[in-house]
């Protein structure tokens, strides 16, 4: 069977030339080696001394720190190290250099991480336990043609090509699974900003249903670990009868780990169906902020406070975690990114408990898993369904508000919002329309001359200030300024009105909304269209 192909979102920056912006993708193509006996050999040569070249310099550093406290770790001063370690240690030489200038480059940009708070301060490398790759960033070759690449100081190698690559490589990581070894090719290249033309919806996730769109649409879950349970149990124990490190025990581990490979292909080729199937028919797709690492966290407790339900929680967490969420939504931010779509999240509290119609928050209109009823309008329907609905228009008002994302509160209906306090600071009017100058300057600058504004200039003091709602429309007041242009798709004539206090407010542009679409406006309301 033909290797599993995976589309990994490096970086996407955008470029910007005479004529339109280019985005640049880098983008990883995985395919399975082919390699003889000598090539293999060497290939578990490279990626061992690549472990210890990451452990020697990882101690190197403990060293260092303990006899002075100040020492700070850098690429440069690991490498000049790496020339005292390969006089001591002559076997070094037969690895590629840049092969064990790479490991140092990982582990420096791992220290990096820690530093900012990113990740868990570097642990060692374990033999059977860490998997084993190594990356080489030149010096290969790629013949797609006769299905071989060359990799310096093994020599060329086969490989099933299951598709050709797009773009320039950049660089080649080799790694090691359970059913052989397999190279990683990084490319680059640049495509247009595409334009989706597709609908808003809000997705809900679960356990039950993997997921539920706010158009009723759901997926089942296929839940591979649930479905290889019983075998991989029924393998494992008998691994656990068996000769510790014995000829049979290493066969016996061996197919195990191709069970679990099969399992992650099976959940990965799922989520790729999924995620794309969404994305090719929503533009805007708002989901909810999960904190899946706390979500699945143990219940288990310590000796002095044990917790209670363990076992029902253990369930629990296997289930989220077979889902697959976190691999489901990078694939949604690298799918609408490549179709032109936008991927926007939201605070999950009582998306499943607040009545779509009256906003009423209840634990009671939730009593079962699926029957969802409010106890103040009796309105009924399915309880992901309606949590989905409550993601698409909480994202949608959060975006119309100018609110950031991870700040937007957990509030559904804006008619239900509370009265801020008396000594709570309001924003002035003049703060708004300042704003809006600022809108209309950059308008004009991209090619609208014809702009005429009238907002309100009166700053009020804060016991006259607008209410929730009264600011929430000045905020899409200022924002429609900016945004109506790219609900164009072709070249044409806007003609837009908009109402507030009997206050009129008209723009015309004869200017194309390409430019202004590749310049980062984004489209949150609609507009009308005079031929």
Known sequence: SSPTDIGILHRTSFRRTKYNIGMIIRQGFSFKLKPDGAQERKMSRFAGCTRWVYNQGLAWNEERRAANPA?????????????VWKEQNPWLKETHSQV????LKDLSGAFQKFFKGLSAFPKMHKKFVTTDTFRFPQGFKIDQGRQQIYLPSIGWVKYKRSRFIQGKAKNVTVSRQADGWHVSIQTEYEMEPPVHVGDSVGIDMGCVRFCTLSDGTFFEPYGAHKKALKKLAWMQRRLARMQKFGKNWRKQKAAIARLHQHIANVRRDFIEKVSLEICKNHAEIFREDLKI????ASAKGTVEE????????SGLNRSILDQGWGIFFTKLDWKALRLGGHVHTVPPQNTS???PICGCVSKDNRKTQELFKCICCGHQGNADVVAAINIKERGRSSLACGVPEKNAQAQVNPGRSKRPTPNQQQESTEVISGQAADTVENLRRYGGEN?????PRKKESPQESYSDTGRRLIRLKSLFIQTESLMQSAYGKLHVLIFYNDTQFTHQQNQPAQGLYQAGWLSLLSVRRRV
């Open 100 to 103: 064990l200038q790479q490991s």
């Open 71 to 83: 020492f700070e770790l850098s690429y440069s001063k690991l490498c000049s190290e790496l020339l």
């Open 293 to 296: 690492k706390n979500m699945t």
């Open 353 to 355: 408990r607040t009545c």
């Open 451 to 455: 702009v005429k504004e009238s907002l």
């Open 306 to 313: 044990p917790g209670s339900r363990v076992a029902q929680k």
